[in-house]
């Protein structure tokens, strides 16, 4: 059976959503920009500081999902060192 990320459909979505997200991030940024413009020095509001870590957040999302895609959920292999120990006998 094929997994949901493999679809093609899927591979567009997750693709233009990632789009969203950066133009969203984008203007939440160019919104801060703005504001900071217009304030005095030192004197960031916590409208600011929602800007500011709205457009982080959408801007990595973003660019996670439009470079990675259907890659994000991929299984990765784990090192030997970092794996649990197996239940004995419990």
Do not use: Y
Request: aromatic share 8%.
């Amino acid at each position: 059976m094929r997994k949901w990320q493999e679809t093609l459909a899927a591979n567009l979505g997750l693709r233009i959503g990632g789009l969203a997200l950066l133009v969203i991030g984008w203007l939440a940024a160019v919104r801060l920009h703005g504001l900071a413009l217009a304030a005095p020095a030192r004197d960031a509001t916590s409208f600011m500081m929602l800007l500011a870590a709205a457009a982080f957040l959408c801007e990595s999302a973003g660019s996670a999902l439009l470079f990675v895609g259907p890659g994000l959920w991929e299984a990765a292999e784990v090192s030997e060192r970092w794996r649990r120990p197996p239940d004995q006998g419990r």
